[in-house]
């Protein structure tokens, strides 16, 4: 083997250091593997070694105190922090206080939840958005009232099956108020 083909060498052994990890517990071969939370490096040995690590190593970001913030339920003051599904405005008194700032404004769209009206109680659908940035409209009883809809609801009640209420939904020949009721087929072009 001559001078110039011994780096190649070496670094073809590091791409297959790297390809081949070992497991630092039992020695074995490391594998990716997939779980609910995606995809991380398991020992080949398992069940006899349960060594995991993540694939791609996330940077961990201290909390960063925001001067002259205050929290409303607390005095404290409130921090950026990160969390599962990212960053977040939350208390530093955390866990005695666990206020977190809504950060999407969300605009107030005063339509009684139908489900609360037919049990005879008072709810509004408020308009929110889940972990993957997808707008939703629920009952602000939740907890008691688990009513969902996933598009636009208008105060308006269907002249077919009186449901106090129409959804909006944008389709390829423009908007449509249509029922949200599964068994009702109502659906009107949009004025």
Known sequence: ?????????THHEHALEKAYQVCPECGSELTI???????FLGCSNYPTCQFTRAVVEHERVEDKVLPGSECPLCQSQL??????????????NYPQCHHIEDS???EDIDVDCPSCAS?????????????????????????????????????????????????????????????PQKKCTYKVKAI
């Open 79 to 92: 921090a950026v922090k990160q969390g599962r599904y990212g960053m977040f405005i939350g208390c530093t």
């Open 119 to 179: 049990k005879k109680l008072s709810g509004k659908l408020k308009e929110k958005t889940n972990r993957f940035g997808k707008t939703f409209y629920s009952c602000d009883n939740y907890p008691k009232c688990k009513y969902v809809l996933n598009n636009e609801p208008v105060a308006q009640t269907c002249p077919e099956c009186q449901w106090p209420v129409l959804i909006k939904r944008t389709m390829a020949s423009g908007e449509v108020l249509s029922c």
């Open 104 to 106: 999407q404004t969300h």
């Open 1 to 9: 083997m001559t001078k110039a083909d011994k780096p190649l060498f």
């Open 33 to 39: 593997k997939n779980g609910k939370s995606g995809a």
